[in-house]
C-alpha cells in the first residue's frame, strides 16, 4: 500500500448465508476495480443429481439451502411435472403457495430484522442491536416463528421439509389443522404491520439507480410458482425461453457463476424487483400500508428492499389466511406421474428471487442433465454494479464506515452464496 | 422438569455431526427433550423463555487437540475468540446474546463445545470425536437424572 493507495479489506462478510469476500481497488481517488468474491466450494448438487430417479430430486436439492428449501422444491417439482405432462391444480396448488408464504415470512423477517436492520441502526451486529431494541426483536422472532410453524405443518418439519413431491404432497393437512394456525396467523399479520411502520421511519441511504427488475409476473396472483419472466425494461419470455435471454458467464473470483441479460447487463432479482413489477397483486393490507408509508411506485434505492421484504412479509400472512378460508381438503394428496423421456425448466420465487431450474429425464426416469441458476447468482453482477457506482461516495468515508457502508449495500441483496454456491471478503486497495 | 437439550450440527460436514451423536446417544432418555438443528440460527425459534435448564451441544474448531471437551455456563462466558465462527447467518454467541437481551435466555444454561477433527464435506465423525460425545451423553445423562 502506497501513499496513494488505501485498503479496505472484509475477509469474511458478517451477516450473510455462507461465504464470500469484496475487493476494491482505488488509484488516485477512482475506483478501478470491484469484485464482489465467491469462494465457497462449489457444492456440485447438478452432478449428484445425475442418475437419480425424478422423485429424489425435490428432497436432493432441498438440502442445497437451510432458509430456502420450500423454493428448490417448489422449482424442481414444478419443472419435472412439465415433462411428466402433469399440472397440479386446486387444493394441491393453494397448499404449495402456503408453503411457501410460510418460507416467506421466516426467511424475510431473519433477513431484514437480524442481519439487515443493525445497519440501518448502526449497530455492529442483531446482538447489541438487541439489547438496545428487545420489543422489536422480539416481534420479529415471533412473526418468523409463525413462519416456520407453517412450513413444518404443511411440510413435516421447518427446516429441509420432507413432504412435498413431484405430483403434489405425500400427505396434506387437514382442515382443521389449517384452521388451528389462524389465530397465529392473524396476530403475525398484525405484527408484521407494526414493523413496516418501524421500518418507515429508517433513515435510507440517498441512493437510485436505473435497474433493471426481473421477477415472474402472473395474470391473477402475486407471483410464487408460475408466470411469464417479466422486467420494467420490455423483457416479457416464457420460462422456456429463460436460457434464450439469461446467459451466465464464469468468472475468476466466483465459484458462481455471473448471470446477465443478453445484450443489455445486469439485473435485479428479488422482493424490490417482485414489488416494483407485481404491486397492484399485492393484497389491500399490504398494498395500503405501502402508500400509507409513502413507499414509491416505482422503488429504484436497494436499500429500501428492507419495506419490499416486510410488506412480502404481509402479504404472505394475508395470502395464507386467504388459502386457509377457503380449504378443502383434496380427494388425493397428489397426482399420480408416470415417468417419461423429456426436458422441462421451472422459475419459481424463492425469498432472494427467480430460481431457475432445468431437468432431462431418461425414458425410466433417472436425471440425465440438471441445471440450477439461484437468485444470488442472478443477483451477483448487480451487487458489483452497486458496489461500483456507490464507491467514489463511500471512499471519502472513514475507513470502517466505508466498509461497513459496503457490506451494507451487499446485503441489500440478502445474499444466499450458499444457494449461489458460493461468502465474503471485503478488500479494497488503492495505488 | 425436563432438561432440554439442542443439538447443533450438520449430518454432511465430518466432525460437525458431533451433537447429533450426542442425540443419537441421548434418545429415549427420560427427562430430557431432544431438539437437533442444522444451524444455530435455528436456537431462536426454540427456546420459549420458561425452560429451567437448556444444554447446547456443538462442535468446535479445534484449539488444541480433536475431541477435547469445553464447558460454558453463560452465553457470556465464551468470547468472540473462541472458535466459534459460523458464517452462516449467525454465530452460536450471538444467537444466545439475543436470547439472553429479550429474556428468553434461562437462568441455567451449559454449553458443551466439542472440538472437531475434521469438517469436510461427508466425512464421517472421527473416533476421538465419536469419544468425546459418549462422554458428553453421559454427563448430560447424570444432568437430567439429577434434575428433580
Known sequence: ?????????????????????????????????????????????????????????????????????????????????????????????QLRRLIYCGEWIESHML?????????????????QMAKYHHDLVKKALRVKKIGNDLVALIGGREVHPINVCVGGFYKTPTRDKLSNMKDELKQGKELTKELIMWLSKLDFPDFEQDYEFVSLKHPNEYPMNEGRIVSNKGLDIAVNQFEEYIIEEQVPHSTALHTYIKGRGSYMVGPLARVNLNRNMLHDESKELLKQVGFPEQCNNPF??????????????????????????????????????????????????????????SPEGTVISAKIIPPTAQNQKRIEDDLRTIAPSIIKLPHSKAVWRFEQAIRNYDPCISCATHFLRLQVDEE | MR???ICVGSHQHGDDAAAHLVADLLAGEENIELVRVKAPTEILDKLSGDEELVIIVDAMEKVSSPGRVHRFTSAGSFSAKDPWRSTHNLTLREVLKILES?????????????????????DTVSEDVA??????ADEIRKIAGRVP
Open chain 1, 1 to 93: 500500500m502506497t501513499e496513494k493507495s488505501r485498503e479496505y479489506k472484509v475477509d469474511y462478510l458478517a451477516r450473510v448465508e455462507g461465504e464470500g469476500a469484496l475487493y476494491v481497488k482505488v488509484r488516485d481517488g477512482e475506483v478501478v476495480d470491484v469484485k464482489f468474491k465467491i469462494f465457497e466450494s462449489p457444492r456440485l448438487f447438478e452432478a449428484f443429481l445425475l442418475g437419480r430417479m425424478y422423485y429424489e430430486v425435490p428432497d436432493i436439492t432441498a438440502r442445497i439451502c437451510g432458509i430456502c428449501p420450500i423454493a428448490y422444491m417448489m422449482s424442481s417439482t414444478h419443472a419435472i411435472e412439465q415433462i411428466l405432462g402433469v399440472s397440479v391444480e386446486g387444493p394441491l396448488r
Open chain 1, 304 to 361: 429500501m428492499s428492507i419495506i419490499a421484504r416486510v410488506a412480502e412479509t404481509l402479504y404472505a400472512f394475508e395470502e395464507s389466511l386467504s388459502i386457509i378460508d377457503v380449504y378443502t381438503e383434496p380427494d388425493r394428496p397428489r397426482v399420480e406421474v408416470v415417468a417419461r423421456e423429456g426436458r422441462g425448466c421451472a422459475c419459481t420465487e424463492a425469498p432472494r428471487g427467480i430460481l431457475y431450474h432445468r431437468y432431462d429425464l
Open chain 1, 111 to 127: 433477513h431484514a430484522f437480524l442481519l439487515h436492520l443493525p445497519d440501518f441502526l448502526g449497530y455492529d451486529d442483531a446482538m
Open chain 2, 102 to 122: 429479550i429474556n428468553q435466555l434461562p437462568k441455567d444454561i451449559l454449553i458443551y463445545g466439542i472440538e472437531g477433527r475434521s469438517f469436510k464435506y461427508m
Open chain 2, 131 to 136: 469419544k468425546a460425545c459418549r462422554l458428553v
Open chain 2, 3 to 5: 432438561v432440554k437439550v
